[in-house]
């Protein structure tokens, strides 16, 4: 007994040991936090600085940062962004991290005036940079028409997509563009020129591929399909399958005998049934010779099932002329 109670008091002490342990481990990191937050107060902070705040209020004409200082800053409505689509009310949140430049050490009431359209120019180009280096795929919003092409901001930066490279194809009409809301790649910064270059159409064309690659491997090898001639090349015809796809027949596979062109048997605009040999690689081979091939093999089979019954067939004299009426 005497045993167990001494154990109870050793266990009482370590644990007593431990709480002490955790509590002056929370007194240090609550003292260096402390420290952390006294030593970014007495910093220096000069005019041209870009310095980051934590958005602590919003309103129409201003969003107050809290900089981990003594004051505040202040960054005018005005003074946010380039981007004349730009809302602060509705897109500027409180808790959100913002980066701008010192315009004056005292906005008059004691506050640090900031503008994040100046740190724009000092920090942005660098971000974009990485986002060309990374193919970022940044969602923008047309906000102007120009000649032969649109304008959409990023980062703050005024970019500029060429008509060519809105879509797959080249865009003639531009106007329905203005407002639309685009998923580009950045492929130009010049920095020294202002020169900003976005581009939608590889991203675009990767999605066609993407969506065209699917619906090819959704197709069964074997499967017989309805098509019309699109094309005629020396080496086959393209037949187009509708939804998006075409297949190559390959000239051996038009017809059952030999023939020197497709032009021989095909023209554009026939109506074929083909048969899907294989979808390798996203490509769709087909076959008219094999498709009618197949055709015939199932009349075959109907005829014969057709003209077979269960009862047996005589070979006699006297069933032939029983059949004749003799």
Not at 78 to 90: A, H, I, T, Y
Not at 236 to 243: E, S, W, Y
Request: proline fraction near 2%; aromatic fraction near 6%.
């Amino acid at each position: 007994m005497l045993r167990f109670t001494c154990y109870l008091k050793e266990s009482n002490i370590q644990w007593v040991i431990c709480r002490k342990a955790k509590e002056t481990d929370i007194m240090e990191e609550s003292m260096k936090d402390y420290e952390k937050e006294l030593e970014a107060s007495f910093r220096t902070i000069n005019e041209g600085d870009v310095i980051k705040g934590t958005v602590i209020d919003v309103n129409e004409e201003e969003v107050t940062l809290d900089l981990k200082y003594y004051t505040q800053g202040i960054i005018k409505a005005q003074d946010m962004s380039e981007d004349p689509g730009f809302s602060v009310l509705n897109d500027v949140k409180i808790g959100d991290e913002i980066e701008a430049s010192v315009v004056k050490m005292d906005d008059g009431q004691g506050n640090i005036l900031l503008s994040k359209k100046e740190a724009n120019e000092v920090l942005s180009w660098d971000v974009l940079t990485g986002y060309m280096e990374e193919k970022k795929e940044i969602d923008v919003k047309i906000s102007e028409i120009v000649n032969a092409g649109a304008v959409a901001y990023v980062e703050g930066i005024r970019g500029f997509i060429p008509a060519s490279q809105l879509d797959i194809t080249y865009v003639e009409d531009l106007e329905p563009y203005k407002g639309k809301e685009l998923t580009v790649r950045v492929i130009t910064v010049d920095k020294e020129k202002e020169k900003l270059i976005l581009s939608a159409k590889d991203i675009l064309r990767e999605r066609a591929k993407e969506e065209h690659d699917h619906k090819v491997a959704m197709i069964v090898p074997g499967t017989v399909l309805e098509g019309i001639v699109e094309s005629l090349q020396p080496y086959g015809a393209f037949v187009d399958l509708k939804d998006g796809l075409t297949g190559l027949v390959h000239i051996s596979q038009i017809c059952q005998r030999r023939i020197k062109k497709p032009s021989e048997v095909l023209k554009v605009g026939d109506k074929v049934n083909v048969k899907v040999l294989n979808t390798n690689d996203g490509k769709i081979s087909l076959s008219i010779k094999a498709a009618q091939e197949q055709e015939v093999q199932e009349v075959e089979t109907f005829d014969t099932k057709q003209f077979s019954s269960e009862e047996s067939v005589g070979t006699s004299l006297g069933d032939l002329f029983k059949k004749l009426g003799l």
